[in-house]
Antibody, heavy 119, light 109 residues
Framework: EVQLLESGGGLIQPGGSLRLSCAAS????????MTWARQAPGKGLEWVSA????????YYADSVKGRFTISRDNSKNTVYLQMSSLRVEDTAVYYC??????????????WGQGTTVTV | EIVLTQSPGTLSLSPGERATLSCRTS???????LVWYQQKPGQAPRLLIY???SRATGIPDRFSGSGSGTDFTLTISRLEPEDFAVYYC??????????FGQGTKVEIK
């Protein structure tokens, strides 16, 4: 079964840092791009960041550029989101998602259950 | 940045009725990388439609996607009780950010 399990969320003061992890299983992790999206309380979805299969190409929303860093460890089947200089407006459920292909420019066909970050 | 505008904000329908959801882009889209997701309360989104027309694995054929240019549509031919949810479109343009629309809530009338 294809699964994504996020962890690392919590309560953090403004200006603080947090690292989210997403452990993947049930598919060949190194063959797919990965994405982070978020959803503030009572709001819609926001695309946050994506990473290529090798990790050499990364993409960010303007709202997090320069503060968040996406990375992956294909040996551990895990994708990370390092968040720094956190703001109140970063409060959200953060979802990890698998892209349909090796390109980050593709639909997300598997989603984790989300991890909550409260700033 | 391409902006996606979904309408209506809320659609009140009865089971068995047809639902038509709109997603309009602020610029003409030259590819077909328009995606639709369904989200129920307390759950993660689920992929319904990708590349404008293609149903994701396990999605019933009452869901269909269409459109081109700046106007895209998700149609649910006959609403089932489990279809009442929020629906989001997303466009994968030539460069990020790959933003979502603001969502359409389909509620029971």
């Amino acid at each position: 079964e294809v699964q994504l399990l996020e962890s690392g969320g919590g309560l953090i003061q403004p200006g603080g840092s947090l690292r989210l992890s997403c452990a993947a299983s049930g598919f060949t992790f190194s063959s797919y791009a990965m994405t982070w999206a978020r959803q503030a309380p009572g709001k819609g979805l926001e695309w946050v960041s994506a990473i290529s299969v090798s990790g050499s190409n990364t993409y960010y929303a303007d709202s997090v550029k320069g503060r968040f860093t996406i990375s992956r460890d294909n040996s551990k089947n895990t994708v990370y989101l390092q968040m720094s200089s956190l703001r109140v407006e970063d409060t959200a459920v953060y979802y990890c998602a698998k892209d349909r292909s090796s390109s980050p420019r593709s639909a997300m066909d598997v989603w984790g259950q989300g991890t909550t970050v409260t700033v | 940045e391409i902006v996606l505008t979904q309408s209506p904000g809320t659609l009140s329908l009865s089971p068995g009725e047809r639902a038509t959801l709109s997603c309009r882009t602020s610029q003409t889209v030259s590819n077909n990388y328009l995606v639709w997701y369904q989200q129920k309360p307390g759950q993660a989104p689920r992929l319904l439609i990708y590349d404008t027309f293609s149903r994701a694995t396990g999605i019933p054929d009452r869901f269909s996607g269409s459109g081109s240019g700046t106007d895209f549509t998700l149609t649910i031919s006959r609403l089932e009780p489990e279809d009442f949810a929020v629906y989001y479109c997303q466009l994968f343009g030539s460069s990020p950010p790959w933003t979502f629309g603001q969502g359409t809530k389909v509620e029971i009338k």
